[in-house]
């Protein structure tokens, strides 16, 4: 079985929309949403099993998701980052590793299927660093070191992308660090946490072949939709 997460509780407000950010329809015709739950199924079939983390206008994801997803409400969604959202949804899920994705990202399709899913990973593009981004360095054997926006572009190697992978093997582990993170931290911090201060691993995953964008702002929405052409 596939554990797969989104995370869709946010209130989204740069960009300016009066829905959760994952309803934005992008021009396919599909909603971020939608596209990511079609690409879930396309890429895992009946293996899937996929929890929607939930808050702000939770009844409209409900509604769009439909029987396709299970779901997770965080109910202090404008209080808290994604790390507490993480951190609900893997305290629920079955057991197994977890596949998760913020509910802001667009991506070609075949990405998920390429996605080797035998260990820890941070999914990474090595062609753009962009300064708000969230941006990564690495140790001397390639795995993931420092995680955060404010790794300096100068020293980034790439930034990540907003798709991840905890396996059994580390998942609890996680779940220590998630839960000492700051309400207001992103989940990033536990994973960074987790590597510095209980050794976990994290692979550096390179998906640069695919087309990748996290919606933040409105020119991130026209280079997302540029992929669904």
Known sequence: MVNAVILAAGLGTRLGRPHPKPL???ADGRTILRRQLDQLTAAFGSDLRTTVVVGFKLEMILEAAGSEASFVY???FDQTNTSKSLLRALRLAPEGG???L?????FTH????ALRLDGSF???NTDHVGDEEVKYTVDGDGFIKDLSKQVEPGLARGEAVGINYVCMADRAVLV???EQCAD???FERGIETAIAESGLRFSALDISPFGCVEVDFLPDLARANLLTA
Do not use: K, S
């Not at 913020?102 to 667009?106: E, I, K």
């Not at 075949?110 to 299927?113: D, F, I, M, S």
């Open 184 to 186: 207001d931290d992103y």
């Open 176 to 178: 220590q660090h998630l």
């Open 122 to 124: 941070v999914a990474v």
């Open 102 to 106: 913020n509910g802001d990202v667009v």
């Open 110 to 113: 075949g990405l998920l299927a």
């Open 98 to 100: 977890v596949l998760w």
């Open 24 to 26: 934005t329809r992008l």
């Open 74 to 76: 965080n109910e202090i």
